[in-house]
């Protein structure tokens, strides 16, 4: 699983337009959301940090809400983004939430084992659980 890891306004211009993922690393505007989402209409989640999430205006979150992305709130840790515009979520963590799921655990216990680990933010991994299980 690739997460495409945006860290200005003006990337959003420049994304693919089959991104399915988005760390926003930016505090996002209504507007900019907006061009997210004509860029990407394929995008299914979007990731900010913390600070940033509790800044976003409810219009849009509504408009995620609406067009059916899910607003994650966390942070990359360790990633260098001179290295690699994606944060890569290995096959092999993928298939451990997986197994986690199929044995009985809950996704939000699985997030609380696994984010350091993976280091993603524990609503990442709750994210991946809840699209595992469906």
Not at 71 to 91: A, F, M, P, T
Request: net charge neutral; glycine share 6%; proline share 3%.
């Amino acid at each position: 699983m690739r997460i495409r890891v945006v860290s200005t306004k003006s990337e959003i211009e420049r994304l693919n337009r089959d991104e399915m993922f988005v760390h926003l690393a930016f505090r996002a505007s209504n507007a900019d959301i907006f061009r997210l989402l004509q860029r990407c209409p394929q995008l299914k989640a979007i990731q900010v940090p913390a600070s940033y999430y509790r800044t976003l205006s409810q219009a849009g979150k509504m408009f995620l809400q609406i067009h059916g992305v899910t607003l994650i709130e966390g942070d990359v840790w360790g990633h260098r983004k001179d290295l690699s515009e994606y944060l890569i979520i290995e096959e092999q963590d993928l298939r451990r939430i997986s197994e986690l799921l199929s044995s009985g655990m809950s996704p939000e216990d699985i997030a609380e084992s696994l984010c350091d680990d993976m280091k993603v933010s524990p609503g990442l991994v709750r994210f991946i659980g809840e699209t595992r299980r469906s």
